[in-house]
């Protein structure tokens, strides 16, 4: 089955701290893996994906296909990282196309000055 | 540059009662997303469409209905509302489907009293 854990509802770290989003996906395929982000009364915004392997903001995240993970990290947070952040996965549809995207439930990062 | 936009951004329905909620995607993007999202709860895949075509189906009850016109945008139709129907309903685009990246819409919230 697809699924998409992040085992954490909030996560609350001071500013300037270190910053790890854990996310775990079960997917019998080759997923492709993201991660979105949500700021308060704002859409989802595709924060990074692992195939463009990209820094955006400062976060970064490795797929790593052993352990089935793509935890999302920062080394230094800041008060405007505060946010909800969704771990996503697409793969193989309900009708065998792909496409549609499997969120996990999502973290709450509070940053604190 | 444009985004996705939905409308209405709010709506109140009484149970039993009907809503179309509307989307339209980015400029040139073919394919079309919907997604519920309960309150504290994460975005859950509906349906989606890929040049006009309905392309995979998740978890859409059979009161819901949607459809993509020629010109790209989708509605979402939803007779016989209930209760548990009150939700964000996100809408997202991409340009091909597969795994490309999905740019979200701000949502519409339907409350159903």
């Known amino acids: 089955a697809q699924r998409v854990t992040q085992p954490e509802k909030l996560l609350s770290v001071f500013k300037g701290a270190p910053v790890e989003l854990k996310c775990n996906y079960s997917?019998?395929?080759?997923?492709?893996l993201f991660w979105y982000v949500q700021y308060s009364r704002q859409r989802l915004q595709l924060l990074l994906r692992h195939i463009s392997r990209e820094s955006i903001k400062g976060f970064t995240a490795d797929l790593n296909k052993g352990e089935t993970s793509f935890h999302l990290k920062k080394p230094f947070a800041q008060e405007e990282d505060s946010a909800m952040y969704y771990c996503?996965?697409?793969?193989?549809?309900?009708?065998?196309?792909?496409?549609?995207?499997?969120f996990g439930k999502g973290t709450k990062l509070s940053v604190k000055p | 540059a444009a985004g996705v936009i939905q409308s209405p951004r709010h709506l109140i329905k009484e149970k039993r009662e009907t809503a179309t909620l509307k989307c339209y995607p980015i400029p040139r993007h073919d394919t079309v997303y919907w997604y519920q999202q309960g309150p504290g709860q994460d975005p859950q895949f509906l349906i989606s469409f890929y040049e006009k075509m309905q392309s995979d189906k998740g978890s859409i009850p059979d009161r819901f209905s949607a459809q993509q016109f020629s010109d790209y945008h989708s509605e979402l139709n939803m007779s016989s509302l209930e209760l548990g129907d009150s939700a964000l309903y996100f809408c997202?685009?991409?340009?091909?489907?597969?795994?490309?990246?999905?740019?979200f819409g701000p949502g519409t919230r339907l409350l159903v009293l």
């Open positions: 997917y019998s395929g080759s997923p492709e």
């Open positions: 996503a996965l697409s793969g193989e549809g309900y009708g065998g196309s792909q496409g549609n995207l499997i």
């Open positions: 997202a685009s991409s340009y091909g489907q597969g795994m490309e990246t999905q740019y």
